[in-house]
């Protein structure tokens, strides 16, 4: 895209929401887009998560301690036994399902 058509506020220096407010209230909505304009959709099929990072950053994962890993697994096999038993805990309160 040519920069010599830009607004000098685009240029170099960060927009403010005023002046980006300002920016898209004074556009023309039934102007055509640029032929070298790239789509949304071509910038997201380059990321690996189904959200943009702009909007939700793809979380990263962080070493847990062997602590924790044995109090999940407690926790999975303790629920698995008790539906295997056909107990049901939903309420916080062991009952039959």
Not at 2 to 18: F, G, I, R
Request: net charge negative; proline share 9%.
């Amino acid at each position: 895209m040519d920069q010599s058509n830009q607004s000098p506020a685009l240029k170099d220096e960060p927009v403010s929401d005023e002046e980006l407010t300002a920016l898209a209230l004074a556009a023309d909505p039934n102007t055509p887009l640029d032929p070298d304009a790239v789509p949304w959709q071509s910038v997201l099929a380059l990321q690996r998560g189904l959200l943009p990072n702009w909007y939700m950053p793809i979380p990263s994962a962080s070493h847990r301690g062997k602590g924790t890993r044995i109090v999940i697994g407690v926790l999975i096999v303790g629920f698995l036994t008790i539906g295997a038993f056909g107990l049901c805990i939903t309420s916080g309160f062991l009952s039959l399902a």
